[in-house]
């Protein structure tokens, strides 16, 4: 048997090194991943900044689920969660009438099977100012509330969506927090 030279041992210590690194990143960020909570608390005080523009004061007991919330400058989706009740606004840009906007979701939503619009639409308003249209969906063992606003080529779109008793309880308090819904741009700079 040869004798080991520094060099080789160098480099099986390099390799040793590099493949605990990589077993570390393979079992490691995903056990830190499961770990951490996927929602948070979100104070229900003030404004929370969406994107684009938008803000919005979450309704009490609102906590904010951190895997399908993306704010950003242009655009931006935050998805509260209010017990069992999903809240979900979005921001995107948008080059269009209210009426195409409305049609847009209604669209997305019959897109989801068994899913379907009932009732008829209302006309709302923020207390800012916002004007929009209203309506409602049902799904499997689902029912859903949607708010379709248009502010300065930005499309705002709100679902709400739980089991009937559950939305029933809870959709009071996510009107409340929907008529806050607040467009205010940033200067041009």
């Given amino acids: 048997m040869g004798r080991v030279t ?27 991943n499961h770990a951490l909570p996927a929602d948070r608390a979100v104070p229900t005080d003030r404004p929370y900044d969406i994107g ?13 689920d951190l895997t399908d919330t993306r704010p950003g400058e242009e655009s931006g989706t935050v998805l509260f969660r209010v017990g069992p009740v999903r809240y979900l606004i979005s921001v995107q840009p948008f080059d269009g009438s209210l009426g195409a906007a409305v049609d847009r979701l ?4 019959t897109g989801n099977s068994g899913y379907q619009v009932t009732g008829t639409e209302l006309s709302v308003a923020t207390t800012d100012g916002l004007r929009g249209v209203q309506g409602g969906f049902s799904g499997p063992g689902r029912g859903g509330r949607y708010v379709v606003f248009v502010a300065d080529s930005r499309t ?27 467009y205010a741009p940033e200067p041009a700079g």
Avoid: K, M
């Fill in 6 to 32: 520094r060099r080789q041992l160098t480099n099986l210590l390099g390799a040793c090194g590099v493949a605990a690194t990589l077993g570390g990143l393979t079992f490691g960020l995903p056990a830190l």
């Fill in 52 to 64: 684009g523009g938008v803000s919005v004061v979450p309704p009490p007991g609102a906590r904010l």
């Fill in 106 to 109: 209604r669209r997305r939503i």
């Fill in 156 to 182: 705002i779109e709100v679902t709400v969506s739980g089991a009937d008793l559950d939305l029933g309880r809870i959709l009071p308090a996510i009107n409340r927090s929907t008529a806050t819904l607040r």
